[in-house]
């Protein structure tokens, strides 16, 4: 039987179910797992097209906005202090700490 491209070879499911198999999960883990790596099939054929037919930065564009990266650790702790400001408020009526807290956390380089 052919395998079609986008189904994750026998293998790669073998390592996902025994990766979870302990935990119970193994079923939902390698459902996801499977999905992401069609998907990370689908977008390299994609950019490998797009480069092929000159259009680089739109390969580029395509990548960046399929997979997004990731919101540095900085900018995780200032949306998490947003969500603690506005209690804070709530039950203090002010914010002083906060602010003195976002200062610190936007004086850090963003890495």
Not at 4 to 12: A, G, K, N, Q, S
Not at 77 to 91: C, P, T, Y
Request: proline share 6%; net charge negative.
């Amino acid at each position: 039987m052919t395998q079609h491209p986008l189904t994750p070879p026998p293998e790669l499911v073998r390592r996902w179910l025994s990766e979870e198999y302990e935990r119970g999960l193994a079923a939902d883990h390698v459902a996801t797992q499977a999905a992401r790596w069609g998907s990370d099939q689908e977008l390299e054929a994609c950019c490998e097209w797009l480069k092929t037919e000159g259009h680089e930065h739109e390969h580029e564009a395509l990548f960046a906005d399929r997979r997004p990266k990731q919101p540095s650790l900085k900018e995780q702790a200032l949306e998490q202090l947003d969500g603690i400001a506005a209690v804070f408020r709530i039950s203090h009526g002010g914010n002083l700490v906060c602010d003195k807290i976002r200062r610190a956390l936007e004086a850090l380089p963003n890495d």
